[in-house]
């Protein structure tokens, strides 16, 4: 038991990108080594901790009117306590206490292991604790963790960023690229599987830029190779990827290491040249087309995901042409689209030609029409295919007629499929046949081809017996709990790097 009583109960409120997902996981972590308990759902905590995020420009109205509609809360429940960090704790510092007095605790992204040594010396001592760090202590994966699945995990290769994108704060919030050793990922890899893990991804905020610290441009296609080497362990993903840093020796190991999944999430931005200039993205049009050519000739059934700004300052219209020529020539499975912004503390927040709110919803729109059509077609394609679907966490979808449970397809797209006559839990596998495509998923009706009960399946039952929480869903819409997935086009959320 740590320093907290046994009757503590905690929640955590995660906003952003899978960064801050897998730092919450941490979080729950510490705080159940110090002795609380997640609270039921619908249930008042004793700790609520918010997990922000800074990059894009209401999140600190989102964060303060969060925090103002808890100060009632707290004053009628003694005891209470309240903490904020994350991305934005580590930007705004003790202007949150000046805002939020009845915040007692703000830690930074470096310092997420002293949240509860900071929540008991704030109790003890009667006044707000700040404590934000300039540089990584430990690498969050080094930390206590409550996975939010039985049977997938998150893995941090590295932290941090050197890129200087001018749309981005995350260089300024979470410092310079480190990249952890090899060993010590393969390990946490490997004790993962042994407690049932099937899925890994491997996390980085540029992550096939892993090896940089040691000068080896190869560092991150060894390290998929050798995911591949692991028994049991029978999907790898990663995300999420720099196109400057997108090497061939990374298509040969995708295409050639049998459970790395023909999965790509690459962030685009934008198709126009002179935007990538202004973006300081260090790469061109040619070249990010380049990749999706190289890939899509190493592995034709890989479905591409990407990440795209709209209105970025000085878009002209024939910018924007140039992205959605992008767009028709990259057939993109899905794309996480985002109206640009303007995130404080970042040179573009500063540019001239800011482009008109009404101009950028149009050409939003006309992007979210143009991808739709494509992703629709791009499924399309997977009917009458029979794949092994990873079974995802809880009960599924009912449409009144048919009983639905969801999964992913080794590509990543998201499967509804009819329940088969075996019970299956989250963590088994069942292989299927594709008879639908909508834009967003894809549909298996009629019986099973086969069921694949898993260790997975028998972690995640261990859970259940134990009586251990069920998620809470801290992914911010991202269908299949602990899963990384992109959005329906309409929904996209989080850090466009």
Not at 67 to 90: D, E, F, N
Not at 123 to 132: G, S
Not at 144 to 154: K, N
Not at 172 to 181: F, H, I, M, T
Request: hydrophobic share 35%; glycine share 8%.
């Amino acid at each position: 038991m740590g320093t907290a009583e046994a009757s503590k109960t905690y929640e955590i409120r995660t906003y952003g990108c899978q960064m801050n997902v897998h730092d919450s996981e941490r979080l729950s972590g510490l705080l159940e080594d110090a002795g609380y308990a997640k609270a039921g759902e619908g249930d008042q905590a004793d700790v609520v901790v918010f997990n922000t995020c800074a990059v894009r420009e209401n999140a600190d109205n989102r964060l303060y009117g969060n925090l103002g509609r808890l100060a009632s809360v707290k004053a009628t429940h003694p005891g209470m306590q309240i903490a904020v960090g994350g991305c934005l704790a580590q930007k705004d510092r003790d202007t949150i206490v000046r805002k939020a007095p009845w915040v007692d605790v703000v830690f930074g992204t470096h310092n997420i292991g002293h949240l509860p040594a900071l929540l008991e010396r704030a109790r003890v001592q009667e006044e707000a604790q700040v404590e934000i760090l300039e540089s990584l202590e430990v690498f969050p994966s080094t930390l206590p963790t409550r996975r939010e699945s039985a049977y997938a995990a998150w893995v941090s290769i590295s932290v941090g960023c050197n890129n200087t994108c001018t749309f981005c704060i995350v260089p300024a919030l979470r410092g310079k690229e480190k990249d952890r050793r090899s060993g010590d990922i393969l390990a946490e890899v490997q004790a993962l599987v042994n407690e049932g893990v099937v899925e890994v991804t491997l996390l980085g905020q540029n992550v096939n830029a892993y090896g940089s610290d040691i000068g080896d441009r190869q560092a991150f296609s060894k390290l998929l190779r050798a995911c591949g080497e692991i028994e049991g362990l029978e999907r790898v993903r990663f995300t999420s990827p720099h196109p400057k840093d997108f090497t061939d020796d990374v298509i040969a190991a995708m295409a050639e290491t049998p459970n790395v999944m023909h999965q790509l999430h690459m962030p685009l931005q934008s198709g126009s040249d002179t935007v990538l200039r202004a973006m300081r993205r260090s790469y061109r049009q040619e070249r990010y087309l380049g990749i999706i050519e190289k890939v899509r000739a190493a592995m034709p059934d890989a479905a591409i995901t990407t990440d795209i700004i709209v209105g970025f300052p000085g878009e002209t219209e024939e910018d924007f042409e140039e992205t959605l020529k992008v767009v028709r020539e990259a057939r993109f499975a899905q794309a996480f689209t985002f109206q640009y912004s303007k995130r404080p503390g970042t040179p573009a927040a500063e540019m001239e030609d800011q482009i008109p709110k009404e101009v950028v919803q149009a050409r939003y729109e006309r992007l979210v029409a143009l991808q739709e059509e494509i992703s629709w077609e791009e499924n399309k394609k997977q009917v009458g295919r029979v794949l092994e679907v990873l079974v995802a966490e809880g009960e599924g979808r009912k449409d009144g007629q048919t009983d639905r449970l969801s999964g992913r397809a080794p590509d990543n797209r998201l499967v509804h499929f009819t329940r088969p006559e075996q019970p299956v839990r989250p963590g088994d596998m069942v292989t299927v046949e594709i008879t639908y495509a909508a834009p967003h998923h894809l549909l298996a009706e009629g019986p099973a081809r086969g069921v694949r009960r898993t260790r997975a399946g028998d972690a995640w039952e261990r859970r259940q017996a134990e009586s251990a929480p069920k998620p809470q869903g801290v992914m911010l819409g991202l269908p299949g709990i602990g899963v990384p997935a992109p959005l329906p086009v309409a929904e996209a959320k989080g850090c466009a790097c």
